[in-house]
């Protein structure tokens, strides 16, 4: 057999992807706020041993690297490059050309500003961080802006004047201290305005907005000053600030305040090989209003350094404007909103048009920018952090054809921020940020390849869109539950069911088997937290471990290890109506239940006799109540402080206990439980059962036997009074309660025979089933996504004849089924479907998301239009079609359509792996499909990013 070396000769890692496989089981858990931007994932993956709990989330890891809290509540962080380092000076000339001159050597950031208020703190970066107090600085105000120009300048913009600042030689130096120290070389203060709103700082160029007029400055290199070169009043560039600003209410509050909430300047950054901003926006009120700055050269003759190119209006004012530089001679010009809308525009490095304006909602909160350098060595990567309700890493996708719709957004994986800026050292070579939120200051840096890619992220790579953080489990997580945030106080606390079977457990435990149809059965309670507990806080509240993978820490709050003859195989979580205010988890577990390879025992329906050595397969139904510590000291009634089991944690932030109230024998095992209407819906066999919460056992409220031909998989609750139920091998049926007659009735059916394997409810007459083909203990098993639905008209005359065979008394006739559920859509995926899920990538709509046994994850958005399916499909037509294409899809040269429609028709479906891999054409097969589609290649790509809008 192969045995592969510990240590290889001819081969070398490159990079390291985690798997998935075998997927078992998925929970979702949605954020917290205004949006869903939040929503983590949770997979159990694995086997026995090898199984983990993973945690998956839409955005970039951040290492934290140093955090510290700060005095008081931030407004700004800027960071500044060691003015002391030797560098070449750059001449005047070179300026005045806008030709770049190469420096020998890139400094580090050696000071970080960050402003408050009414005050500002100077941090001096070297081997530890301290504050700097140095009179050079303005540390009485709040700083707008800061950066390093002229390689060895600061130039502090502060509320009422631009202070340069210089390094000079320190005639006092003694042993060990610096040769060099700080020296205010210029102040400069606005002539008609008393306050400063709002800078922008490229280069050696400046531009500053203050209550009423436009400042633009430029450092020069032979003077060694800081000029002034064009004042203009805010009035001639607005035509009458106060037209636009106006607000209900607004003579409540001066003109100054009305003012500055709606003033933005921006400059953009010089092209490579130049050292001159070639642009300025300005924002005032709800208007944007684009320059072109004039060389000081050509200003010697126009008295003006501004040429107004365009205007921009938009419905609500402005909060902050930013550009981003495009490889191809192109701006991407951002302007964030007070309502959260971010608004995306093309710009034309030459003629200055603005084209593809695009807008995208972001939060309710109001949108600031933050310019970042993620690889210092490659001046042709431009990306900003866009901070609002959620932090997005923003970089244009530098393809043929992008616009400004070619954006390619991912949100961070932290806490919402304030201000951020990018920060280098000679620990942090390949860049990371320094993060503010509220009183908090953190330095932290993003995952090594995206860092090592210069930020640029493939939207293919599904590595870099989502951050995976793991922890060891000791047995298989067959089923996963999360308790919802509301009943946890925002904790995400996962109910894990780890069940194997003959699988050897610790001899100091109370159950040790290996035998056939013997099980090692957990019920695990796992509380998920992003800070890791100290040591002391464990011994003292007692945490049994702490795992941590990713930076992301597994509090493991305690396990309820079942008898060797249960096994656990389902879980849910409720509110009973009938006790509101109290969460509970019920766990399906199996009794004598036996898995073989060759041979699958499922239930007895005799009894055992005296001679029989074979007991009854059987099962129970464990209820669980979820209670605090400070409830849980005293029971409530004697009855449940008689019973044995329940595990409790005292954490700091989630002291919860899950305690047993009683367990329920059932004639058969219930492979399906399900939250439905304040009752529990439990798949019994071949029954679905309704049950209701009673002091010493479940209650039974209605029974409908015979739901199933063979044995109920699966619940899929789709509000209201209906649950699609799914059999084993005979698709699913749509099933009804009616309260009025405490009955379940079935109202449709599905007639072709799948063999399911998940299932999800997607509306109030729809359902999303996953399936498999073959024996269920050997043989080939494949995988469908199915869309079934009856129709609303069928739905409702169902109903009618339903109510009106049970006004009749006859029973018999309202359980048979007389309707049909209609394929709307199928979807080959090549592998069993194990986990289907409703999910939210961060634009507001919900996407089905899929997971399969060999670990892959795929999603499906619906179309917004019709005209946009239809793009779609005469895309994937195209791509289809194209000998190129059809090579670079299979290596095998297999035929897409057949594999897609591998055991029922495609339909319905447009494959995006497809359609995406129009990129990796040569040109000449690019205008190939185009014009099949009767689109020019630019045009093609919009339509790939609108679609890819569509999940992100």
């Not at 789709?718 to 309660?737: H, K, P, T, Y």
């Not at 004849?801 to 089924?817: S, Y």
Request: charged share 20%; net charge negative; aromatic share 6%.
């Amino acid at each position: 057999f192969f045995s592969p070396r510990k240590e290889t000769q001819n081969l070398v890692l490159v990079d390291l992807l985690d798997s998935l496989a075998p997927l078992v089981s998925c929970a979702t858990q949605y954020g917290l706020g205004e949006t869903k931007a939040g929503s983590r994932l949770f997979f159990g993956s694995g086997q026995g041993s090898d199984a983990r709990l993973v945690r998956l989330r839409r955005g970039l890891a951040l290492n934290e690297l140093a955090a510290s809290d700060l005095p008081e509540n931030t407004t700004g962080v800027f960071s500044l490059r060691d003015p002391f380092a030797v560098r070449e000076q750059i001449p005047d000339s070179a300026i005045a050309a806008n030709t770049e001159v190469v420096s020998s050597s890139k400094p580090f950031d050696r000071y970080v500003l960050v402003s408050f208020e009414q005050s500002t703190m100077v941090l001096e970066v070297s081997e530890t961080i301290e504050e700097l107090i140095d009179e050079s600085f303005e540390l009485g105000e709040r700083t707008l802006s800061a950066a390093t120009i002229n390689e060895n300048k600061i130039i502090q913009v502060c509320g009422k004047s631009v202070r340069v600042i210089e390094p000079i030689t320190n005639q006092e130096n003694n042993d060990g201290e610096t040769p060099f120290k700080l020296h205010l070389h210029q102040t400069w203060l606005p002539e008609n305005d008393n306050k400063i709103l709002s800078a922008s700082i490229q280069g050696s160029q400046v531009a500053i907005l203050g209550q009423s007029h436009l400042y633009y400055l430029e450092y020069d290199g032979i003077s060694d000053t800081l000029i002034e070169i064009q004042s203009s009043s805010l009035a001639s560039f607005s035509g009458g600030v106060s037209d636009q600003v106006a607000e209900p209410n607004s003579s409540r509050r001066g003109a100054a305040q009305e003012i500055e909430a709606v003033h933005a300047v921006a400059l953009s950054p010089p092209f490579p090989n130049q050292l001159r901003s070639m642009f300025a926006a300005v924002g005032i009120g709800k208007v944007v209003r684009l320059y072109r700055i004039i060389p000081r050269i050509e200003s010697e003759v126009s008295p003006e350094a501004f040429d107004h190119l365009s205007i921009q209006i938009l419905s609500n004012p402005v909060s902050d404007i930013r550009f981003l530089h495009n490889r191809n001679n192109s701006f991407t010009l951002l302007v964030g909103t007070r309502s959260g809308i971010l608004v995306a525009s093309s710009l034309d490095g030459s003629s200055g048009n603005i084209s593809d304006r695009a807008t995208r909602f972001l939060g309710l909160n109001p949108i600031r920018f933050s310019s970042l350098s993620l690889s210092p060595t490659d001046g042709l990567v431009d990306s900003c952090l866009v901070l609002g309700s959620q932090t997005w890493l923003v970089h244009p996708i530098n393809t043929l054809g992008s616009g400004a719709g070619s954006l390619f957004a991912n949100p961070l994986c932290c806490p919402q921020l304030t201000s951020a800026c990018s920060f280098t050292s000679e620990q942090l070579d390949t860049g990371g940020f320094v993060l503010l939120s509220q009183n908090s200051l953190t330095i932290a840096s993003l995952d090594d390849r995206v860092s090592k890619s210069g930020g640029i992220i493939d939207v293919r790579t599904s590595g870099f869109l989502f951050n995976a953080s793991a922890t060891q489990l000791d047995g298989t997580p067959r089923r996963l539950s999360v308790i919802p945030s509301q009943w946890t106080r925002g904790s995400d606390i996962v109910v894990t069911l780890e069940t194997d079977q003959r699988a050897k457990v610790d001899k100091s435990g109370p159950n040790v088997s290996s035998s056939k149809g013997m099980w090692r059965s957990l019920v695990r309670l796992i509380h998920i937290s992003d800070k890791q507990a100290d040591d002391d806080e464990n011994e003292e509240h007692g945490e049994e471990e702490i795992r941590s993978t990713s930076r992301l820490h597994y509090s493991q709050l305690g396990i309820d290890q079942l008898p060797v003859s249960e096994a656990a195989v389902s879980v849910c979580g409720l509110e009973f109506w009938d006790h509101p205010g109290e969460y509970y988890v019920c766990v399906g577990t199996s009794i004598n239940y036996s898995v073989d390879a060759t041979t699958l025992r499922s239930k007895r329906e005799k009894p055992v006799t005296q001679g029989d050595s074979v007991p009854p397969v059987s099962g129970s139904i464990r209820v669980y109540r979820l209670t605090s510590r400070i409830e849980s000291e005293k029971p409530a009634d004697a009855d449940v402080s008689t019973l044995n089991g329940g595990f409790e944690h005292g954490g700091e932030s989630s002291c919860f206990k899950l305690e047993l109230i009683h367990a329920t024998q059932v004639q058969h095992i219930p492979f399906a439980l399900a939250s439905f209407s304040g009752r529990l819906a439990a798949g019994i066999g071949s029954s679905l059962v309704l049950f209701d919460l009673g002091k010493k056992r479940l209650l039974r409220k209605s029974e409908l036997r015979n739901a199933a031909r063979n044995t109920v998989v699966s619940l899929a609750p789709c509000g209201g009074e209906r649950l699609f139920v799914s059999d084993i091998q005979n698709s699913v049926s749509l099933v009804a309660f009616k309260l009025e007659y405490n009955r379940l009735v079935v109202l449709a059916k599905d007639t072709v025979q799948r063999w399911v394997t998940s299932s999800l409810a997607l509306d109030y007459n729809t359902v999303a089933v996953g399936d498999k083909f073959g024996n269920i203990a050997v043989g080939d098993k494949f995988g469908n996504i199915c869309i079934l639905r009856i129709s609303q008209e069928s739905s409702s005359f169902l109903e009618a004849e339903v109510c009106a065979a049970l006004e009749a008394g006859d029973i018999a006739d309202a359980q048979q089924a007389k309707g049909l559920l209609n394929m709307e859509a199928c979807f080959h995926v090549g592998s069993i479907v194990s986990v289907l899920s409703k999910i939210d990538l961060g634009n507001g709509s919900e996407q089905l998301m899929y997971g399969t046994l060999s670990g892959t994850l795929g999603v499906l958005s619906p179309f917004t239009s019709q005209a946009l399916a239809d793009s779609a499909r005469r895309i994937e037509d195209a791509m289809r079609e194209n000998e190129s294409a059809s090579d670079l899809v299979s290596l095998l040269g297999r035929d897409h359509i057949s594999y897609r429609s591998k055991y029922y028709p495609l339909k319905s479906v447009v494959d995006g792996d497809l359609c995406e891999m129009f990129s990796d054409l040569t040109s000449e097969q690019q205008s190939l499909i185009a014009n099949q589609v009767e689109l020019s290649v630019p045009d093609l790509f919009q339509k790939l990013q609108q679609f890819r809008r569509l999940m992100f």
